[in-house]
């Protein structure tokens, strides 16, 4: 199971990338394996902002629909169109061409409460 330790991740299983003031956010390994194969990704293409720990788009694979949650609050500056067509490559490659979503981080001090590789770690029992 793939851990980055450059990420944070909620306990629901979504990761943050930050990169200045920008949040590059997707769901983790660990949740796409147990996910199976995912067959759609539903973001509302006119979202334009999200709040920490509120949902903000589906995921669909074969046999469930499982929420995705905002790891922090920002403004949505783009979404990763290439899953409309090809939203099995989070299976494939959550942590690269599976993003999800970018935004603009509003507030940075919510990145406190997420979790490190280790607490992950620990979260899913590895």
Do not use: C
Not at 33 to 52: M, Q, R, S, T
Not at 97 to 126: C, F, P, R, V
């Amino acid at each position: 199971m793939n851990v980055p330790d450059n990420l944070k991740y909620t306990k629901d299983h979504e990761w943050i990338r930050v990169e200045g003031n920008v949040g590059i956010i997707g769901v983790t390994d660990y949740a796409q394996g147990e996910l199976g194969d995912i067959v759609y990704v539903d973001i509302d293409p006119n979202i334009a902002e999200i709040k920490a720990g509120e949902t903000f788009g589906t995921v669909e694979a074969v046999k469930t629909v499982s929420d995705l949650y905002a790891p922090v609050s920002g403004k949505v500056v783009e979404l990763n169109k290439k899953l409309a067509n090809e939203p099995q490559v989070v299976n494939s490659d959550p942590y690269g061409d599976g993003w999800m979503i970018k935004i603009e981080i509003t507030d940075s001090g919510e990145l406190s409460s997420l979790l490190d590789q280790e607490a992950y770690k620990n979260l899913i029992g590895q």
